[in-house]
């Protein structure tokens, strides 16, 4: 049984008792107060009735008086009877209910009517002075007069009245008492099923509320839940949530050790790799530093060969001037020495120069992951005038204009940020589109949603664009998408996706042949939570900026 069910059964039960107590309570003050009423009513009824019997007994009173004086004028006022008539149709509708009375108060009009018929007929007998007839009439007064008559009816009447009387006052007092002992039941049932209801809240609710919360409070606690209460009500309801919700939980915990301990394992291995990584690209850089100090030294050997092969060639030329050779054949070896193997010494000697740049690249390379950073403040807004400042010579030949929007503030090494953005303006300056106007803009976009730490740059221009198909390989070193647009060895964007890397941020493009070009690069904001460990770091940064990921790797953001 549901709680709301035994709730409104506790309340329906005592409310059912005390609404019978109450409509008997009401039918006894009913009782009382019609009881009341009828003793009132007996009041008033006595009342008439004496006021019938006073007015009738004055007036034969006064009638014996005027014959016994012999007083000729006495006269009956008509208004006596009148009022004593009107009386009596009063009391006539006082017991109009009760038709004994009723019958009463007819014998009762009848017997006044035959007093009025006697007093009238001795008046008369007194106005006309016959003194004998009155005698005679007095003489036979007991059967003729009517007043004795009168007054044993009136007197019959009222004791029915008093009788009445006596039972509706029995019955008030009856009444009276009922509705006494209907308030004290009342007062007592009320106290009894209050009692009554606390007692089967406290045996069939209290217990289990109370198990209910140390079932709440040990699951709470994390420990083991006391056996379901029983019952199917709500509690009932609750405690099997309560202990569901136990099982979910364990089975959860079950599930985070597992997720923890292969957390852990995942993380004992990407440690390991990253070790492995760093090993590695350590020894890839001193690979890469030793090979290119090894590799210097047959490029002088074979650039100081190739000066002595130019300085012999010079002498056989001498030589020959000087020898006895026919013209022709010494013709055919000057044709040779100058070029053949002039020709010969002039590539090997480029591709010497060449592959000397490229050590050169290559060390570069190497040194920038040994250099160690100075992590501070660095107002972007300061050194990108400065990087514009030195191109001004370039800038003007390519009759470019640069536009420079806000730049806040970022947290790294304010070298290699300068580096960083030489690179990419220089970039935009060197591959310029002739044909048209140089335009290149320098400013700041919004982060993606959710990225509060990061401060997302961009070096745009007009220039050649760059093919869909090249975007992948853009940072790599050494690619050249146009070689003969800028000489250099295809080194300053990996440069620069090195350094950006290093300061936890991510450099990524955006291009369109024959439209522009436009990089980006994020770096932490001055005064973020972690920019100063941000060095040599692609956590946060760098995981926020794979989340706007195209399938090239690079982050789509509209300008």
């Known amino acids: 049984m549901r709680l709301t069910t035994k709730g409104l059964l506790l309340i329906a039960i005592p409310a059912l008792f005390e609404l019978a107590l109450l409509s008997g309570l009401v039918k006894a003050q009913s009782d009382a107060a019609e009881a009341e009423r009828w003793a009132v009513h007996g009041q008033e009824v006595m009342h008439q009735s004496t006021a019938i019997l006073d007015p009738v007994l004055g007036e034969s009173v006064a009638l014996r008086g005027a014959v016994l004086a012999g007083d000729t004028r006495f006269v009956t006022p008509v208004s006596v009877w009148v009022d004593v008539d009107r009386r009596i149709d009063q009391l006539a509708e006082l017991v109009s209910d009760n038709p004994a009375q009723v019958e009463r108060v007819v014998q009762v009009r009848q017997a006044v009517q035959a007093c009025r018929q006697w007093s009238d007929r001795i008046q008369d007998l007194l106005h ?71 007692w089967l809240f406290t045996r069939g609710v209290r217990g289990r509320l109370a198990l209910l919360s140390d079932n709440a409070g040990r699951l709470a606690g994390n420990e083991p839940l006391a056996p379901l209460a029983p019952g199917r009500d709500e509690i009932a309801r609750l405690d099997l949530t309560l202990h569901e919700t136990s099982r979910r939980l364990l089975e959860a915990e079950r599930i985070q050790a597992r997720f923890q301990a292969d957390l852990a394992r995942r993380a004992d291995e990407l440690a390991r790799i990253n ?69 010969a010494l002039h590539y090997l000697q480029t591709a010497v120069l060449r592959a000397s740049h490229i050590i050169d690249a290559l060390l570069r390379l190497s040194r920038i992951g040994r250099v160690e950073y100075r992590q501070q403040r660095v107002e972007v807004r300061d050194i990108v005038p400065r990087v514009i400042d030195a191109m001004q010579g370039s800038i003007r030949a390519r009759r470019a204009q640069v536009q420079v929007g806000e730049l806040p503030a970022v947290w790294g090494d304010p070298t290699a940020l300068e580096q960083v953005f030489a690179n990419l303006i220089g970039n935009a300056v060197n591959y310029l589109d002739t044909s048209r106007e140089g335009r290149i803009e320098i400013g700041t976009t919004p982060a993606p949603p959710g990225v509060h730490s990061l401060r997302i740059f961009y070096v745009r221009d007009n220039g050649l664009g760059i093919p869909a198909i090249a975007l992948p390989r853009l940072f790599n070193a050494f690619q050249r998408l146009h070689g003969t647009a800028v000489a250099g060895e295809g080194i300053g964007l990996a440069l620069v996706r090195r350094v950006v890397e290093r300061h936890g941020g991510r450099v990524w493009a955006e291009s369109a042949e024959g439209v522009g070009t436009t990089f980006y690069l994020s770096l932490p904001e001055a005064g973020a939570p972690g920019a100063s460990a941000a060095g040599d770091t692609r956590a946060a940064p760098e995981a926020a900026n794979d989340q706007a990921m195209d399938g090239q790797g690079n982050l789509r953001i509209g300008l």
Request: aromatic fraction near 6%; charge should be negative; include cysteine.
């Open 128 to 198: 006309s002075r016959r003194r004998k007839d009155l005698v005679d009439r007095f003489g036979d007064l007991a059967q003729s007069d009517g007043l004795d008559d009168f007054r044993l009816q009136l007197s019959a009447f009222q004791m029915e009245e008093r009788r009445l009387d006596a039972l509706r006052t029995a019955a008030a007092e009856a009444a009276r008492e009922r509705q006494q002992t209907l308030v004290v039941a009342a007062v007592f049932g009320s106290l009894v099923f209050v009692a009554l209801a606390v």
């Open 275 to 343: 070790e492995t990584l760093r090993q590695q690209t350590q020894e890839n850089e001193m690979f890469i530093y030793s090979v290119s100090h090894d590799l210097r030294v047959p490029l002088v050997n074979l650039q100081g060969f190739s000066k002595e092969l130019t300085r012999a060639c010079d002498e056989l030329r001498a030589a020959l001037r000087e020898s006895s050779l026919a013209a022709q054949m010494r013709q055919r070896i000057e044709r040779v020495v100058d070029d053949d193997i002039g020709e």
